[in-house]
């Protein structure tokens, strides 16, 4: 026996949401539903639009130069001051 979501188990659950939240709190339920799952749709394909960009503008111009790294040379005279005993 397939454990699928048919028409009653739905009708079920609708009946159960209306009766919980009541019909005049329905329609903006839906409302922000249906505003979080389009603000989410547009940040995910936002976001891989974005990645494709970054791939496409990486070109040997727009990478940033790296500096060389400059090491102080410690001298190995003792400083004037210090005696050794």
């Not at 190995?76 to 210090?82: D, H, T, Y």
């Amino acid at each position: 026996m397939p454990m699928g979501i048919g028409l009653p188990e739905i009708a079920i659950v609708l009946v159960i949401v209306l009766v919980i939240f009541g019909p005049k709190r329905l329609p903006e339920l839906g409302k922000s539903l249906g505003s979080g799952m389009k603000s989410f749709k547009d940040s995910v394909t936002n976001s891989h639009d974005d990645d494709d960009n970054k791939t496409l503008s990486t070109s040997d111009d727009a990478k940033p130069k790296a500096e060389p790294v400059h090491a102080e040379k410690k001298s190995e005279a003792p400083a004037a001051g210090s005696q050794s005993s």
